[in-house]
T-cell receptor, first 109, second 115 residues
Framework: GQNIDQPTEMTATEGAIVQINCTYQ??????LFWYQQHAGEAPTFLSY??LDGLEEKGRFSSFLSRSKGYSYLLLKELQMKDSASYLC??????????WGAGTKLIIKP | TAGITQAPTSQILAAGRSMTLRCTQD?????MYWYRQDLGLGLRLIHY???????GKGEVPDGYSVSRANTDDFPLTLASAVPSQTSVYFC??????????????FGAGSRLTVL
């Protein structure tokens, strides 16, 4: 079967750095996405990786290793507004998105 | 503000009743999707439409139907609601389906409780 694994919850301190991991086992691979979802709100797009390596976008970076079935989202200079759930999704060989259950990130002052 | 509008925001429904969740987008996106989100689970695709006039079944289509009469609207109908359909429903759209950085834009969600 297809599976996306992420930690259920993480806690970090304001101003620090946090890395949220995502491992996947899917039938084929056509890209990996990270979305942010604040409580009670809609998911919003953060990043897209299709080739191995690091994609940097401001305070957020996303890394992909296709051979290891692994990605991480790196958040730097954490702010209280970064408290949210972070969803990892992989597009499989049929171009369908398979979603992880999300990682709830709690930022403490 | 351009985007996706979902209605209703929240609804309590008696089991056995029918319900249509409405979804309208003004971005002229070709592809539209309905997902449900349940605690502890990833988003699960119910139905999708790659372009107006076509629809397809997702991972959990049973008990749901959709139509795509035009580009902008993609309603989701529950013919006879059951308690297991209690969930938060998200409508989403993307410029197209398939490969590339095909980013999804989501509506604000409809919280449905079936009693």
């Amino acid at each position: 079967g297809q599976n996306i694994d992420q930690p259920t919850e993480m806690t970090a301190t304001e101003g620090a750095i946090v890395q949220i991991n995502c491992t996947y086992q899917t039938s084929g691979f056509n890209g990996l996405f990270w979305y942010q979802q604040h409580a009670g709100e809609a998911p919003t797009f953060l990043s897209y990786n299709v080739l191995d390596g690091l994609e940097e976008k401001g305070r957020f970076s996303s890394f992909l290793s296709r051979s290891k079935g692994y990605s991480y989202l790196l958040l730097k200079e954490l702010q209280m507004k970064d408290s949210a759930s972070y969803l990892c999704a992989v597009r499989d060989s049929n171009y369908q998105l398979i979603w992880g259950a999300g990682t709830k990130l709690i930022i403490k002052p | 503000t351009a985007g996706i509008t979902q209605a209703p925001t929240s609804q309590i429904l008696a089991a056995g009743r029918s319900m249509t969740l409405r979804c309208t987008q003004d971005m002229r996106h070709n592809a539209m999707y309905w997902y449900r989100q349940d605690l502890g689970l990833g988003l699960r695709l119910i139905h999708y439409s790659n372009t107006a006039g076509t629809t397809g079944k997702g991972e959990v289509p049973d008990g749901y139907s959709v139509s795509r009469a035009n580009t902008d609207d993609f309603p989701l109908t529950l013919a006879s609601a059951v308690p297991s359909q209690t969930s938060v429903y998200f409508c989403a759209s993307s410029e197209r389906s398939g490969s590339g950085a095909n980013v999804l834009t989501f509506g604000a969600g409809s919280r449905l409780t079936v009693l």
